[in-house]
């Protein structure tokens, strides 16, 4: 800085990840103003505006993920995670769909839950308002970028987006590319944030942002959802572990079963919604057993059974190998199950 013949030399200090959070938060709860103004119309119009963006931009956001994919196999990341963290045309247009879809959801908000009259003439209604300011903490998926990005906004609330470190680059397009198609609305850009990844302390600042943040919600791993219950101040939302279940009942159509085993768990079995224990009716395990385990092993997955179960294997000639109590919690997201 020059005044006369005086220098004057300033070092800028990097924020602490404290006082980062306490600006995104501040900068999403102000633009958050023009979600709280909004119709239920202008919020749907906006998610397509999204969507659009995301498919025109298609090109940008692959090359941005390419890096992730070349830092991922650089640093030995597994099949799985390669898989969850990888986007192609095909994903980016399903990203883009699950926009359009939540924009088809009904409005939640300004809906009356419950109406009720005092006996001295009071009327209560408990009305569905947003929350305010939503933290998301999430592993390595891209695609929980926009998902949560826009359900966050059909529902009126401004997100902090707190994505893995692996998926940065591709994170950051997204928020870019999202942000952009918000200037063209009524909704400011500034209500979706990203918050940087490459320093773990921005997760424990968010998720003790106490005033400054009204909810954080987990999506992830067991492991991640029970280090921000755990390590929380502000409120939180648990959700599932993703150790998913196919129960066959013994009314089951069983022409049914079998396709709908094997989809669940071989289509892509690195999502957390893929199937990873297979629990069949006692009653009809002898005759459908054979088959279902059939089919899974010749999918190319590896199958834990428990006693019953593998002696069934056995008898089929089918490759089995002994349950323990920890493959009944295990997330395995690949072929195993």
Do not use: W
């Amino acid at each position: 800085f020059e005044h006369g013949n005086r220098v004057t030399a300033y070092r800028l200090e990097p924020m602490d990840a404290k006082g980062l959070i306490s600006q995104l938060a501040d900068s999403a709860r102000a633009a958050g103003k023009t979600l709280s103004v909004s119709t239920g119309e202008q919020r749907k119009s906006a998610l397509n505006t999204i969507a659009d963006a995301i498919e025109a931009r298609s090109a940008e956001i692959l090359t941005a993920n390419e890096k992730d994919m070349e830092a991922g196999r650089t640093a030995g990341l597994n099949s799985s995670l390669l898989d969850r963290l990888l986007l192609t045309p095909d994903r980016i247009k399903g990203i883009a769909g699950g926009a359009r879809q939540v924009s088809q959801l009904p409005d939640p908000l300004g809906n009356t839950l419950r109406q009720s009259t005092l006996p001295n003439g009071i009327e209560l209604e408990q009305i569905s308002v947003p929350f305010g300011v939503i933290g998301m903490v999430y592993e390595a998926r891209p695609n929980v970028t926009v998902d949560a990005a826009v359900i966050l906004l059909m529902s009126g609330n401004s997100a902090l987006l707190r994505g893995s470190s692996s998926a940065a680059h591709s994170n950051e397009i997204l928020v870019r590319v999202m942000r952009d198609a918000l200037a063209t609305t009524s909704i400011s850009p500034h209500v979706i944030q990203l918050v940087p990844s490459d320093d773990r302390e921005t997760v424990k600042a968010l998720l003790n942002a106490r005033g400054k943040v009204d909810l954080v919600i987990p999506r992830g791993s067991a492991a991640l959802i029970r280090m921000v219950v755990d390590e929380s101040s502000v409120p939180t939302i648990e959700t599932g572990a993703g150790v998913c279940h196919v129960y066959i009942d013994e009314f089951a159509d069983l022409d049914k079963a079998v396709p709908i085993i094997i989809n669940s768990k071989v289509q892509r079995p690195s999502v957390c919604n893929a199937a990873e224990t297979l629990l069949v009716h006692s009653a009809i395990a002898e005759g459908f057993l054979p088959t279902a385990l059939k089919a899974l092993h010749e999918a190319g997955v590896v199958l834990h059974c428990d006693k019953a179960a593998l002696a069934i294997a056995n008898q089929a000639g089918i490759p089995a190998n002994q349950a323990t109590d920890e493959n009944f919690c295990t997330e395995y997201g690949t072929l195993e199950m």
